[in-house]
């Protein structure tokens, strides 16, 4: 089925009465129609959140004046922090990876049968041994050796890829390197990991080993985006599975890498369908 | 904390430009602070759902014309089925036990701390010996033994001491009769019930012998309205739990029992606070 | 039904071959009819852990000195750490709860309607509210004021109230006191608490507001024996429930409560069914 | 690491007493250390089941002549239903699949990746498209076209192909046939099925849609062997994810695809890890 070209706005700004009204009698007095509204209200800081999607097809103001029009008759009006989407518009996400393959299978299994609308321009990697898998994919793949001796200098040749292949988001697919505050800064919001724990329980290394250890009775793994603080960021999505006492760590690892695959790719697949918002270190899902 | 005063109007209606402006001006314009809104569209047949509450505080129409100002205004033109509901009224339920005692046992838990702003007016049973629980929480209970011969008769007894009581609901707490069509009619989707499978798996009596014997890995249980065909309303909520080949039908009933009270109450709970419409057998969970 | 007389035996001791062979042979050999058989072995520390349950209806030897023979015969041999219960004897369970009230009703509900094999006694707590829910169930409430001066007197009354009333073992139902480590000493492994998140996750006071400046997904709630350190002793049982951007802290304390009362009333049971052995601050859940 | 090579029987008989005992004694007295060991008794009909592992360093008996040594002296005896696999056997697994490839993409990840021990020698499809996936990771894949007409000849082309690899047990990756009784008496309890439903519910075609027109809150899949009757053949395992009236058919079958991957691969691993065992349409899960 040949989906409508689709508008998705996000906005949040200070909670009012009447934005609602105001936004969706926009997108309807411009003969737009609603296909989807979610909103959300922050009630400590009365912060107010929407998400609206609609038709383009009739849609009076023309796709490239949208966003101008958009900001001088409501968003001005509402100090709104806001963003348009197209649902033309097929964003790049770049896979980081060090060793560990199930994460990378799933995604590129996704992406290459055509479940989700994005582009994977360049796969890369601290260790070498995925080359075979992105050779598969025929993904070009990228290796930079990291030491602490030249990790400030890779990192700036990560950056400098990135933004030649114009890549709009950054996933961290198993990817064994801590990023630095600088790299982290360029992606705000835009970098996904996955951690193999239920966080904030065991955060940093081993988490499976801190598991077994501690004698918890459900393991999890945790989506969210990067921020300068380890695996302390907006969380996007988690999920838990039981385990016994007859689990040792390799089992836990086992299980384990079942939730991590699905857990990134339910987060990949809220961010690209624009249905994350990050406030005050949590996310808003309109889901 | 003294909650304020709240409105909260269900809506249904066909799909159309315009509904929710038309609906959050209103709230708006007579000064009323919309408190939550949540809006869903049928997209097979185009009709339109929508929860709102608003605070009653500073609200410009009196409480007694609200029904009738909305529905001059707002309700005519856009062809609606709504309900008004406002938090200030106390709904009375009407539970209906047999011989089991753990959904009554959760419910009544749940009335005396005070969770629920609801009153039970009275328990109805077929069977004596849950007479000593009503009484150990001082709630009426009256005895109707039900045979085939007096099934019609007692129903009919039920029915005027539900209207008496001015019962606004009911709740089948395990109750082990099947209600004729004619019972039925008089609570149309007021009437709760808890059946202990996932329907529509094993409806009817014995699901947990039939899960045994089918050899499922896990068991559910499943509020529902009540209708004329047997478990086959519309469903509310529903849970599961693992099981494995080691548990008996003992083990299954035990486990059952625990789903079977939190589906039921968190079923009640939706039910008062508002947050359930139905549409084509089925329900809008406004969560 | 009325049960079979059973005894069940729990065992930890060195691995070593023949040890199965041992135990289940001194109950075939004796006429026993094993009715249960569940082992493990830490792989780790190659640990043995067992536990059997027999009909003792036809055992030969007489049922008080199955202890010493057993000794004799088995345990010795194997350097065993061992226990036995008989299913006659109905443990003491004393509450001890503050004010909120929903494990209480959850722990008197089962109690009430017979679903556990077990005694209470007695419901100590630090306040007085919930006085009214021990008289309608009529079980005997001391309440013992909490201040830190008076904090080693009264816990020293409470020893010598739960020592008279030969009291087993001890369930904090949401009792919002931190026991001394002289207090707990005295019930080694037999103090069960619930704390109200995900362990290791958010310990100590008021996880559900820590859960939702977190941002998390997911809450939980665990079930685990009291040692010296604060919500860090053996975890019997976890569980966990869904929850969104939506919920404020008042939804995750309605949703978590449910949680809670599940939670500890499974570790309760597993208890009085002698389902669980604790090693190295674990437990093994016979299951 | 490289593990030991391990010995598994897998048993049913009658229960009787002394049978853990002379299996246990068996393999300790011919210098075997057991592994793991798990045992399970149908109290109904009073038969016994166990899965022992033992270490075969060090085993007196010569490999090859366990089968009959143990034939001999234990299984007669006992009148025992038995299998031994030995840990160095890499088991064949056939897929079969049509046009959906999520399973098929899974499946190839693990076993790329080396996380599973067994080998498969061909796809079979009786659709072309999936022939790209199996080029991709080089698996031969064999087209055969299937009508009302052809089904009988094309089994027995399957058959063959089978045959001449010497398969051992077949995975049905969405493979959108019905396979006939003759084709599964072949492979009895050797051919796995992903089903998209929460069996029993929704058997047969589009369980996504029946599960949406009735309304469930949550929806499942199911793993089980092919038997006669049309999904009602031993479930091997299930899972479940909550579902709201937001998500239409679409986002079931999306948010399902993942049940249906990680539930069959779960399925698998137990199968290749001879965990599973078949009783009266039931299975015995040694987990």
Same mark, same amino acid.
Request: net charge neutral; aromatic share 10%.
């Given at each position: ?18 934005? +609602?009204?105001?936004? !969706?009698?926009?997108?309807? &007095?411009? %003969?737009?129609?609603? =296909?989807?509204? $979610?909103?959300? #209200? /922050? ?28 900001q001088k008759e409501i ?70 050796? +990291?030491?602490?001796? !030249?990790?400030?200098?890779? &990192?700036? %040749?990560?950056?400098? =890829?990135?933004? $030649?292949?114009? #890549? /709009? ?48 009775k459900i393991i999890g ?50 961010? +690209? ?15």
């Open positions: 089925m040949n989906k409508p070209q689709q508008a998705i706005v996000l906005i949040s700004c200070p909670d009012q009465r009447g934005i +609602i009204s105001a936004v !969706t009698d926009f997108i309807s &007095e411009n %003969n737009g129609n609603i =296909l989807d509204l $979610d909103e959300h #209200v /922050d009630p400590t800081d009365r912060i107010f959140f929407m998400r609206v999607a609609w038709d383009l097809k009739g849609f009076k103001i023309p796709t490239n004046d949208i966003k101008e029009v958009f968003a001005m009006k509402y100090v709104m922090s806001w963003n348009i989407h197209l649902s033309s518009y097929v964003p790049k996400m770049a896979l980081f990876v060090s060793k560990l393959s199930h994460c990378l299978y799933d995604i590129l299994g996704r992406y290459q049968s055509g479940d989700w609308k994005v582009d994977i321009p360049v796969i890369v990697s601290n260790h070498e041994n995925l080359q075979e898998v992105a050779d598969r994919y025929e993904i070009p793949f990228v290796y930079l050796s +990291i030491t602490p001796e !030249t990790k400030i200098k890779q &990192e700036a %040749n990560q950056l400098k =890829l990135l933004k $030649d292949l114009q #890549v /709009d988001f950054i996933v961290l697919a198993r990817y064994m390197q801590i990023l630095s505050a600088n790299f982290i800064e360029s992606y705000p919001n835009r970098i996904i990991n996955i951690h193999h724990s239920f966080l904030p329980a065991f955060p940093g290394a081993r988490p499976y080993h801190s598991a077994h250890n501690r004698g918890v793994a945790s989506s969210h985006y990067v921020t300068e603080d380890l695996d302390a960021g907006p969380i996007i999505d988690q999920d838990v599975v039981r385990i016994s006492h007859k689990n040792e760590i390799p089992e836990l690892i086992r299980k384990g890498k079942d939730l991590e695959k699905i857990v990134l790719s339910r987060a990949i697949y809220l961010h +690209i369908s624009r249905k994350v918002l990050v406030y005050q270190n949590r996310t808003i899902i309109f889901d």
